[in-house]
């Protein structure tokens, strides 16, 4: 059975797309851009803010899920600047410590609203 995960701690969605879908102890949590939820605004134009902004946005959604952080089986990434990459990895790091999912990074021509990162997860129970 199909459940639509929904959430007013992170960001409304900008188009035709729920937040997040769960399926048989699975969640997929749509593409995540670093506005603050309750404005609805850029969190500012720092690419470590805007890391940290777009996994808390994350990790909301989880959370209204019933999920976790340490759920999170694959992560994707897309950045507007590859070589951001490093001060990307410092933040990611410290959200997901030592348990690390499976993740793709990928260096993208435009992203929603011209922030510089988004990042969307799947999540396991169990």
């Given at each position: 059975m199909k459940k639509i995960i929904q959430t007013d701690k992170a960001p409304a969605a900008l188009g035709p797309y729920s937040q997040a879908i769960e399926?048989?102890?699975?969640?997929y949590v749509s593409g995540q851009i670093p506005f603050i939820p309750e404005t609805?605004?850029?969190?500012?134009d720092d690419i470590k803010d805007q890391t940290k902004q777009s996994l808390e946005n994350v990790?909301?959604?989880l959370t209204a899920g019933g999920?976790?952080?340490?759920?999170?089986?694959?992560?994707t990434v897309f950045i507007k600047d590859m070589n951001d990459f490093?001060?990307?990895?410092e933040v990611y790091n410290e959200y997901f410590g030592n348990v690390k999912p499976a993740r793709a990074c990928v260096e993208v021509a435009k992203?929603?609203?011209e922030?510089?990162?988004e990042i969307e997860v799947?999540?396991?129970k169990g």
């Open positions: 399926v048989n102890d699975t969640i609805m605004t850029l969190v500012s990790k909301a959604i999920y976790s952080l340490n759920d999170v089986v694959k992560a490093a001060s990307i990895n992203l929603p609203k922030v510089k990162i799947i999540a396991v």
